[in-house]
């Protein structure tokens, strides 16, 4: 059951209530008034007839109890008669007006010459009102019952309980209607929220409650939406981790293939013997080349795992010496390929590792060297920063189109591939680059222009001392 | 829990028609509690009424239960003294009415019969609540129900004149009057606040009333005054004189307009 339909029948419940006991207590209310002034009345007209008959009885001369009845006989015909039946009796009963008086009550045991009696009783569909008294008349005791008609205040009350039933039903239909409407209203986000659960839970990541209301719901609602958006992300994340690690695998083992298949097709060759010496001693270079390469391509990961997975270390080292000590090692071979290296740095010191600086430095130099070719200039330059330093090394190069710039820290990625071979590229340094500056809380950023070269830019923010 | 999901609509159910019929449960708890319940009341001492009392008996209006071997406080002659005192008293005031100064001379009255009788005031249960604010002036005195022996004096006198005097039996004073004439001879009849201050100024005296006790007059459709007082327990008795028409036919059928002037609601 919804909770909007438990709100609506405890509302439907509570006024039900409350109007039954409250119609309840009116009806009885007025009903006992009316009761008390008709038995007042009743009592008064009672007493009235019984001073009546005191009185004549003390002033005329009555031989028989006949004489009574001629009394009320007198009464009754002048219209002076509120009662609707009445009875008188002796030993037994000798007067008898009205035809209700089959119904009277037996009250004898209830009056005596100082008491009489008040009861009441139905007949024929209408309510009573019972007097009783005795009365003695020539030494002789008598039982006087009057009867009063109060039916009307019995109608009055069925007319008020046919009221409170058509008002109940109004109110009922109107209380379930508001109080769902009510309750729809006030719960409306919490069914926003649960179609977002179950849009969430069925792959759609991008869905939002969009609630939007200031209350307690609203919160929970903003809560809920913040932490689905961090589940997208975080899935996102997930996702371009798990196509990266699908990526690697599949170079991977491309990479591996490629010059196994040559080692194995070379050393199938020399096997049979059938070739030359000159031809087998081409094969051996080529399975030495290839068998190079391979074991480049391993110290390559080897490298990139230990960075992954390395305990890191930060110490205090100058930037400067380090790439002056870098620089004065490669200058003359860079040289020797018609490169110029220039060099430009800030003093100081910051907290960094540095022999995986020092392979930052190496690899980046060592793509630009190949991104130059034969003339050029790679130009390094460190400054200091507030929580590091800033590397950047720019080359003269041939440049790579923008939509490249955000795969080269992919493993094995290769902007040309046949010239990276060529050049015994594994397409893991950029990738060894990017991790180094995530272990220094810092990033690697590219730009690059067809034709005119390229800059990165490293930053390194694992603090200073 | 499937059972839990019907539980809740039952209750609710349940609930929902305890709270529709519990005007009819009330109703129910009332009429059982009144059904089975006799109660006892003393019953109460004889009220002892005084001349106040019977004069708003007679002037509330009352059934009357005929007397035929009465032994009444006051023998027939003793009454027959009281009405000719009560004749002369006014006379003597003197009350006129229509101009004529001679209208209660016991000289010129002749008395027929003065007949005792129980006087008893009208009651009804459900008068109360059925009584216009008109009627209340007249309604009967619930709270203090009563019955007296009154007598009624006739008398006769020249050219068709008849006097009626309702007495009180226990003080012999007068307590209504009606005057009734022959239509034709009071075409020219007026009736004015005068008689009715004079007649006021009557009562005050006859009854040992005291000035302040009375308030202001109040005219009444038939023509006529109510003379408001109220009594030394604090209740209003509205005492009135007042006229109006009134047809008598004979054994032969014959019709006689009568012109009716009453004092205190005798002959109305």
């Known amino acids: ?465 | 829990m499937k059972s839990l999901r019907f539980l809740l609509p039952l209750l609710a159910a349940l609930l929902v028609s305890v709270g529709f019929f519990l005007p009819w449960m009330g109703a129910a708890w009332q009429d059982r509690a009144l059904g089975h319940t006799t109660v006892q009341y003393e019953t109460a001492p004889l009220h002892l009424a005084d001349l106040i009392d019977h004069l708003k008996l007679a002037a509330n209006g009352y059934s009357v239960v005929a007397l035929t071997q009465a032994s009444t406080r006051l023998s027939a002659q003793q009454a027959e003294e009281a009405a000719q005192t009560a004749l002369n008293v006014m006379a003597e005031y003197p009350l006129c009415f229509f101009s004529l100064d001679q209208l209660f001379n016991p000289s010129l009255w002749t008395l027929h019969s003065a007949t005792p009788f129980v006087a008893v005031s009208n009651l009804s249960v459900t008068s109360s609540q059925e009584s216009t604010p008109s009627q209340d002036y007249f309604a009967a005195d619930t709270a203090n129900p009563s019955a007296a022996v009154f007598w009624n004096c006739s008398f006769s006198g020249s050219t068709g004149h008849q006097l009626d005097l309702i007495l009180d039996d226990e003080t012999g004073k007068m307590l209504a009057f009606s005057y009734r004439i022959p239509a034709t001879n009071t075409a020219e009849a007026a009736f004015s606040m005068e008689d009715a201050v004079q007649m006021r100024q009557f009562c005050q005296q006859y009854y040992n009333l005291d000035a302040a006790q009375f308030s202001a007059l109040l005219p009444l459709y038939p023509p006529g005054y109510l003379l408001p007082f109220t009594d030394q327990k604090g209740e209003q008795v509205n005492l009135s004189l007042r006229t109006s028409q009134t047809s008598v036919s004979n054994s032969s059928q014959e019709k006689w307009d009568f012109f009716v002037l009453s004092f205190n609601g005798a002959g109305v």
């Not at chain 1, 000798?94 to 008086?101: A, H, T």
């Not at chain 1, 109608?155 to 209607?177: S, W």
């Not at chain 1, 839970?201 to 209301?213: C, E, F, I, N, P």
Request: a negative charge; proline letters at 3%; charged letters at 20%.
């Open chain 1, 1 to 465: 059951m919804k909770f909007r339909l438990k709100t609506t029948l405890c509302m439907v419940c509570l006024v039900s209530l409350l109007f039954g006991a409250g119609s309840c207590a009116l009806i009885s209310f007025s009903f006992q008034n009316a009761l008390e002034r008709e038995q007042a009345a009743a009592r008064s007209a009672y007493a009235l007839l019984v001073r009546t008959l005191q009185l004549v009885e003390t002033v005329e001369v009555w031989s028989q109890p006949q004489d009574v009845v001629q009394v009320l006989q007198q009464l009754s015909a002048q219209g002076n008669k509120s009662w609707s039946a009445l009875s008188l009796e002796t030993e037994q009963e000798f007067l008898s007006q009205g035809s209700i008086s089959d119904g009277f009550l037996d009250l004898r045991e209830q009056v005596d010459e100082t008491h009489y009696a008040q009861s009441a009783f139905s007949y024929g569909g209408k309510q009573y009102l019972q007097l009783a008294g005795q009365l003695e008349i020539q030494g002789e005791p008598l039982i006087l019952n009057v009867a009063y008609d109060i039916s009307s205040i019995y109608q009055t009350r069925q007319q008020q309980q046919q009221a409170h039933g058509k008002i109940f039903a109004i109110l009922f239909v109107v209380c379930a209607g508001l109080s769902y409407s009510i309750a729809w209203f006030l719960t409306r986000p919490l069914d926003k929220l649960s179609q977002t659960a179950q849009a969430l839970a069925a792959g759609d990541l991008s869905r939002r409650s969009g609630v939007q209301t200031q209350d307690e719901l609203g919160a929970l609602a903003r809560e809920f939406d913040a932490m689905a958006a961090r589940q997208e992300a975080n899935f996102a994340a997930l996702k371009a981790t798990m196509e990266g690690q699908d990526r690697f695998i599949g170079s991977f083992t491309h990479e591996l293939k490629t010059p196994m298949t040559s080692i194995l097709g070379y050393a199938d060759l020399l096997r049979r013997g059938t070739l030359s010496p000159e031809e087998q001693a081409n094969a051996a270079d080529y399975i030495f080349s290839e068998g190079k390469r391979l074991e480049r391509l391993s110290l390559k990961l080897l490298e990139l795992y230990l960075a992954e997975h390395q305990a890191l270390s930060l110490v205090p080292a100058a930037p400067a010496d380090l790439l002056q000590d870098l620089t004065a090692h490669l200058s003359p071979g860079l040289a020797r390929q018609g490169i110029v290296l220039t060099t430009q740095w800030e003093p100081g010191l910051c907290l960094l590792e540095p022999d995986l600086f020092r392979s930052l430095v190496l690899n980046l130099i060592d793509n630009s060297r190949k991104a130059i070719g034969a003339q050029g200039t790679i130009s390094i330059s460190c400054q200091m920063t507030e929580r590091g330093c800033r590397l950047t090394v720019q080359d003269t190069g041939r440049g790579m189109p923008p939509e490249v710039l955000s795969h080269l820290t992919e493993a094995f990625y290769r902007v040309d591939k046949s010239r990276a071979r060529a050049q015994g590229g594994a397409g893991l340094g950029l990738a060894l680059c990017e991790k180094i500056a995530v272990l220094h809380q810092g990033r690697i950023t590219f730009e690059s222009t067809l034709g005119q070269g390229t800059t990165v830019t490293v930053s390194l923010e694992g603090g200073r001392p």
